[in-house]
């Protein structure tokens, strides 16, 4: 097949793709139905599942060099978009869920009976993870809970979150991974299996505990720090199933 068939074909797909995302961004500015964003979004996942198979022709054919270089800071550019696209859609479906649901109320005292709404919860962050395996579990179940779990996410939507989480040793442990569906399970597990060391991480808490530094005559403060160290490292291991 020439390079200029498959170039050819990539900027068709990457032209539609923008399109796609235009038309996202359009449902987003009239304040339209969470059906017709659905839908919307629906597209633009099939789009870029199309796009990414024409960019991954072209990058198998196109020698190294310029070019291809050329070639994959446009991809990475376009993928960049996809992402804020997909955020914003994410925001304003989780927006109008939240508006569905009545305002809950409370009782104030039991002396005056009086009753008032509670306020919105703040979105919680993502948690962030930089390959500290003392700190994967904390990291996956947040990140479980808030992405992963999600049945109104596409798997894309989860991977590019995902990746936005992580950085250093992590990220460098998924990195070349090409951002498709089919992949997410794969980096999952890549994750768990390069970062889910139960064992080391047993260790290392029983290590620290043995390290400890003893109490002086110092008196109450310093026992609280003790116990304070003790509790949190045991809390670490019961969490492992290693009571």
């Avoid at 009976?113 to 919105?120: A, E, I, R, T």
Wanted: contains cysteine; glycine residues 4%; hydrophobic residues 35%.
């Amino acid at each position: 097949m020439k390079i200029e068939t498959v170039k050819r074909r990539q900027q068709i797909e990457q032209k539609r793709l923008r399109e796609t995302i235009q038309q996202v961004l359009d449902q987003l500015e009239t304040d339209s139905s969470e059906l017709a964003v659905r839908n919307a979004l629906r597209a633009l996942d099939a789009q870029y599942a199309e796009a990414h198979r024409a960019q991954v022709t072209l990058e198998d054919v196109l020698p190294d060099g310029e070019s291809l270089e050329a070639v994959l800071n446009e991809w990475r550019e376009l993928c960049k978009e996809v992402f804020t696209t997909r955020t914003r859609a994410d925001t304003f479906l989780k927006e109008k869920e939240e508006s569905k649901e009545p305002m809950a109320t409370s009782a104030l005292t039991e002396k005056s009976g009086s009753k008032s709404q509670l306020g919105k919860l703040k979105p919680v962050p993502l948690p962030k993870f930089d390959g500290n395996i003392l700190e994967f579990k904390s990291f996956w179940d947040q990140f479980e809970v808030s992405i992963d779990r999600r049945e109104d996410l596409g798997a894309i939507t989860k991977f590019l979150h995902l990746r936005s989480c992580l950085s250093g040793a992590a990220l460098k442990a998924i990195e070349g991974i090409t951002v498709c569906a089919e992949n997410y399970p794969e980096v999952v597990q890549t994750l768990h299996n390069r970062f889910h060391r139960v064992p080391e991480v047993v260790e290392s808490h029983v290590l620290k505990v043995v390290s400890l530094k003893e109490c002086s005559d110092d008196g109450a403060a310093d026992l609280t720090r003790l116990h304070d160290d003790l509790n949190r490292h045991f809390l670490e291991l019961r969490a492992l199933g290693k009571d």
